[in-house]
């Protein structure tokens, strides 16, 4: 069943990595009612869903290995908070999307730790199990690493059992089998019951290329379909976003079942792109994408970023050169899809690997004090000495919250770049490849876009069918204002162009 258009699709969204963001009760650890005091922040920064990374209970910080799906994880808050926090955002018109891992559970689930008592416990069949003999048979000893998960041995050792599980991610995490039709009703109950009896507006789908393992690949994408019937029947409107962390070609048949899916490919092409300073023929390599994304679902929803929580940051991507932080939004902002910003993004937060240091504490004031500031890690990237606050940024025009909230506010009132459906994008061809230009098309008002990758200031030529466009509707280059003046753009620099206004003939009189 191909995923049905959902009405009011949010334009842009925000990934709030829960430990980090805000903390309301002083334990240092971001919680509920932290989000719950951020609301009219989100809100004024023009954000329209909030994804939350997982709320349920669970022993890791990260909380990706779920013991509970039906509760709330005590260190983040209650169930009334989350009612608070749901009722509090859709006041404001925002959606909020729960991060739902239905790959795995913890190894302390429940439904775990009756698997492996015996073979005959009827969970056993919820995870998948092989004596060694077997797993040589099929010659899935071993797997090839994938950008996500870099377990090589998927199979774990159950003491006093002849029989191993799987765990593609780490053997804490025992990879559920969904040929049990037993699990597949407890799945289903448990989307039930947050679209309906809780009420939350959709959700993210962790890891949705590894349903299936490698063996049986084909039906991960099958699986989409059994889970999209069920959303659809608990809550037509509630919207998808599957996370299939692969090339386009692997991601496009998802669309079949899911609303959107994360394009991992153009945020790496964006980050090389920003690093080396020159065009890699993104826009062709965008069009042929949505051809294929059409040809599953035309109603596709093309979930773009440019990092998320499982990636080194973009600040640090561009070694925390704030002109390429702003030219990053720029691009990313004028693009054609559905934008998940991560949180601290709009303040230039940075963090490299190892993963606690990608998912730093947000720098809401220069404090350290604050209360309000997450404390369960000791930051290495994002403090005060080399980022900006919040409370700093605000007040400052030249900021790249400012940037990033003039920028989200034409998103959303441009009728050009608020198109979601349908993405509006045709190629501008300039004849340099430190320059990245493209169109808009759209009925009310078409829009050029120009951005300078380089390190070089670069002269351009608008082609001739687009002389019109002399407009200027956004610059961060100081020389172009209101007017284009000079055929010269700045390094690092963008400028978003309209048709000029043609005065008005006078009246007959
Ligand atoms: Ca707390
Ligand atoms: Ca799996």
């Known amino acids: 069943m191909p995923a049905d258009k959902p009405t009011n699709i949010p334009k842009v969204c925000y990934e709030i ?8 009760n002083g334990d240092g650890i971001g919680d509920l009612n932290g989000i719950i005091s951020k609301l009219d922040y989100l809100a004024d920064l023009g954000i329209e869903a909030i994804w939350l990374t997982p709320i349920h209970p669970s022993p890791s910080y990260h909380k990706y290995d779920v013991t509970d799906y039906y509760a709330i994880e005590p260190e983040y808050g209650t169930m009334d908070d989350f009612r608070r926090l749901l009722a509090g955002a859709h006041r404001r018109g925002m959606a909020v999307y729960l991060d739902l891992i239905v790959n ?15 073979k005959d416990n009827p969970y056993r069949e919820f995870y998948w199990w ?10 899935i ?5 994938s950008d996500d998960s870099q377990v090589v041995y998927p199979w774990h050792t159950n003491p006093g059992d002849d029989e191993k599980y799987y765990g593609l991610f780490y053997k804490g995490m025992p990879d559920l089998n969904y040929h049990s039709e037993a699990l597949r009703e407890e799945i289903a109950k448990i989307v039930r019951f947050w679209l309906n009896d809780i009420g939350v507006d959709g959700f993210r789908l962790d890891a949705a290329r590894h349903i299936y393992p490698e063996w049986d690949r084909e039906q991960s994408v099958t699986f989409w379909d059994f889970f999209s019937k069920i959303v659809a029947k608990a809550n037509p409107t509630a919207f998808t976003v599957g996370e299939v962390w692969a090339d386009t070609e692997e991601v496009a048949p998802y669309f079949r079942h899911l609303n959107a899916t994360f394009h991992f490919d153009l945020s790496f092409a964006l980050q090389r792109m920003l690093v080396a300073g020159r065009d890699e023929q993104l826009i062709d390599k965008l069009i042929a994408s949505f051809n294929l994304f059409q040809k599953y ?3 596709f929803v093309n979930a773009i970023m440019l990092t998320n929580h499982d990636q080194e940051r973009i600040g640090s991507v561009v070694n925390g050169n704030t002109a390429k932080i702003k030219l990053a939004a720029s691009i990313l902002l004028t693009l054609p899809g559905q934008p998940y910003l991560y949180y601290g993004e709009e303040i230039g937060m940075l963090g490299s690997k190892p993963d606690p240091y990608i998912r730093e504490p947000f720098l809401w004031t220069a404090d350290p004090d604050d209360p309000q500031l997450a404390r369960w890690i000791k ?8 980022v900006a606050p919040l409370s700093a940024q605000i007040h400052d025009e030249s900021s790249v919250f400012n940037h990033y909230k ?13 198109q979601v ?37 670069v002269e351009f030529t608008i082609p001739e069918d687009k002389s019109l466009f002399t407009e200027v509707l956004f610059s961060t280059d100081p020389p172009h204002e209101k007017q284009l003046t000079t055929n010269r753009l700045s390094p690092h620099s963008s400028i978003i162009l309209a048709p000029a206004r043609v005065s008005a003939k006078p009246e007959n009189q």
Not at 130 to 139: R, Y
Not at 379 to 386: A, G, I, M, R, S
Not at 406 to 418: C, G, I, Q, V, Y
Request: with cysteine; glycine share 4%.
């Open 406 to 418: 003039s920028l989200l506010h034409l998103r959303k009132t441009e009728p050009a770049l608020a």
């Open 297 to 299: 679902n035309p109603l």
């Open 421 to 457: 459906l349908a993405p509006n994008l045709q190629p501008v061809r300039l004849g340099n490849d430190e320059l990245l230009a493209y169109f808009r098309p759209h009925a009310d008002r078409s829009l050029m876009v120009i951005h300078n990758l380089g390190e070089h200031e």
């Open 379 to 386: 930051p290495q990237f994002t403090t005060p000495k080399t």
């Open 130 to 139: 092989m004596t060694q003999d077997q797993i040589d048979h099929l010659g």
């Open 17 to 24: 990595f829960v430990r980090s963001f805000c903390d309301s």
């Open 104 to 118: 795995h559970t913890s190894t302390l689930h429940p439904w775990f730790r009756e698997a492996r008592k015996s």
């Open 141 to 145: 000893s071993e797997r090839e690493t």
